[in-house]
Structures are given as structure tokens and as C-alpha cells.
């Protein structure tokens, strides 16, 4: 399941991820991402992993039509949760996407990463 958070930050979009991701959960941060970006050039992307259980085919399959989409449009993801889940996505996208940022956050470290995530990138701005 997917649930978009509410964050203060008009570049930024936040979801909480938990269980397995389906097709129909990637359309709900795909309509998110498409409203921002009517106002914003780049987004950043705050990731919460709550007992994060991968993705369905249909799911997984999605992800990747969106990420081929928009991936030239984000500066920067925060990944909060365990570090398995980190250290298997992140390898993936930074190999087939280096211009994103990607930094990983334990629970405990959330403001911290709130605050990482909702700086704008220099070169994005240019």
C-alpha cells in the first residue's frame, strides 16, 4: 500500500510505503508527482518504508514506466527504513539513474532527513 504524506514543502512529495506495491498504488504518487510538477521544473521524493514487502509484477512494471517518465525531473529521494530495502533500490537507480540523489535515513533520524530532502539542488535551479 501507498500513502501520500503531507509535507510542507510544494517540491517535495512524501509517501509512505508499506506491505507489497501494486499498479493502482503507483497511480496514486504518478497523479501527485504530474500536480506538482505543474507549478515546480524538479521534485524531490521522501520515501517511508514501513514494513516494505516489494512489488507486484503489475506493480513493479509500473514503476519503471513512471520512473522512465519523470526520473529526469527529481534532484533528490530520502529513503527512510531498513537498510536492506535501501541498499537493493538505491544500487539499481543510481546505476540507471546517476543524476538523482539518494540518501538513506534510519527511523530515528526522520527530521533530519525531512530537512536533506527539502533542500533544493543548486543545479537544479540554474
Known amino acids: 500500500m501507498l500513502e501520500l504524506l503531507a509535507l510542507p514543502f510544494p ?3 512524501g509517501v509512505r510505503v508499506s506491505g507489497k506495491i501494486n499498479h ?3 497511480e496514486v504518487i504518478l497523479k501527485e508527482v504530474e500536480r506538482k510538477l505543474i507549478d515546480e521544473d524538479n521534485l524531490n521524493i521522501f520515501i517511508e518504508l514501513d514494513h516494505f514487502d516489494g512489488f507486484t509484477v503489475r506493480g513493479w512494471l509500473k514503476e519503471m514506466q513512471f520512473l522512465a517518465k519523470y ?3 527529481f534532484t533528490r529521494t530520502a529513503i527512510l527504513g531498513e537498510p536492506r530495502w535501501f541498499n537493493r533500490g538505491s544500487a539499481l537507480i543510481t546505476r540507471a539513474f ?5 540518501d538513506h535515513f534510519i527511523p530515528l533520524q526522520k527530521d533530519e532527513a525531512l530537512i536533506w ?6 543545479g537544479a535551479l540554474g
Open 11 to 13: 517540491h517535495v512529495v
Open 24 to 26: 493502482t498504488d503507483i
Open 71 to 73: 526520473i529526469n525531473r
Open 98 to 102: 546517476p543524476n538523482i540523489e539518494i
Open 117 to 122: 530532502v527539502s533542500e533544493r539542488d543548486v
